[in-house]
């Protein structure tokens, strides 16, 4: 639960784009103020029209990144010169507006929906399977809201699953605050199980889980990898939030499990699936991180290379135990932040590398900007289609595309 302050430049479609998020923020918890100084994070929504436009959206983007703790860069600049803000040595997130939601963190869990009750958004049914977590991480204010897990029955789940099915939904995707100790309270986790019930309902539609974090998946990794492996309606996609590559700072973190735990997980998934996405966030200036403590963090997202980056520099939330610990200053913090970001671009940009060529199956969940459509194949990668009019490519679709290029955040494909 942040306080986030966002700018908008450009066209009517940026600004709709700025309303999406700000909703999917207040859904969440997390609160708008005005000015950036008084923020935990400041979104840029860029515009790059002319070249005077990027120069002012990169001399802004500088200007927010020495007011704030967290700085996001999205928007038209952001997805079509990302390295602009790289080569400017701007310390910033950049990301696809439909990753700033969850990037608005101080590394917490994300909240669910408000009423923890499912939607259908278009062809997107929203799943909340349970609410809380069994964690206690001290740098976390999400738990004061959310409280200890509270797992609904694993039936009463893929009930709400299948009437979102029978709505219309072509990708579901399962939230909670921590979706890897769904079951817990009630004994034993239960995710492998549920998604393997969920995966047996008539239909033909996608299956992405959300945020599970390493300790509740490391008890269950084999079972659920098997899960993964054994029904093509799950994207091989797992988000598990690791946090640190230093067992000193997550333990002061108190996040419960162990670097060794999580490198086990991403190794079982390797054996299992030739093709997934694994999904990870660092919270870089924790403050009791030393220098050799980042230098691990950096060495593990080296080692593990995941396709999909959150680096959030950490900051304050009141209540919590981090907050009266003693910070790191402001310029440690951000020349860390900046190091991982360039190294998560170059990993990121590396796996893309490796997609071009390759023929993959995609389904659409949205339009896009102009006539473009936004997919996402089996690894819940996203793909960008162009043209789709002319493709005669809808929302819904199941299209079977060649990868022709990347941007830093996501594909294009052609159909084939
Ligand atoms: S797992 Fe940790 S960060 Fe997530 S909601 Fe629970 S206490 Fe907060």
Known sequence: MARYHIETYGCTSNRGES???????????????????????????TCTVVEKTERNMLRRAEELGD??????????????????????????????????????????CPTTTPDAEPILDGVIGILPIARGCMSDCSYCITKKATGKIDSPPVEENVEKARALVHAGAKELRITGQDTGVYGWDDGERKLHELLDRICDIEGDFRVRVGMANPKGVHGIREELAEVFAE?????????????????????DMRRQHQVSEYVEIVETFDEYLDYWTLSTDFIVGFPTEEEEDHAQSMALLRETRPEKINVTRFSKRPGTDAADMKGLGGQVKKDRSKAMTDLKMDVVAEAYD??????????????????????????????????????????????????????????????V
């Open 231 to 251: 029904n093509e309606k799950l994207y091989n996609f797992i988000h598990a939030p690791v946090q640190s590559g230093s067992d000193d700072v997550l333990g």
């Open 354 to 415: 490796d997609m071009v060529g390759e023929t993959h199956e995609v389904l659409v969940v949205e339009e896009g900007t102009g006539d473009s459509v936004k997919c996402y194949d089996e690894a819940y990668r996203q793909v960008i289609v162009q043209n789709a009019d002319d493709h005669g490519v809808e929302v819904g679709d199941f299209v079977d595309v060649e990868i022709t290029g990347h941007s830093t955040v996501y594909a294009f494909g052609e159909p």
């Open 19 to 45: 309303r999406q998020i700000e909703r999917r923020l207040r859904d969440a918890g997390h609160h708008r103020v005005e000015g950036a100084e008084e923020a935990d994070v400041a979104i840029l929504n």
């Open 67 to 108: 007011e704030t703790a967290d700085l996001i860069v999205t928007g038209c600049m952001a997805l079509a010169q990302g390295e602009e803000f790289r080569d400017a040595d701007v310390d910033a997130d950049v990301i696809h507006w439909d990753e700033v939601p969850e990037a608005v963190t101080n590394g917490e």
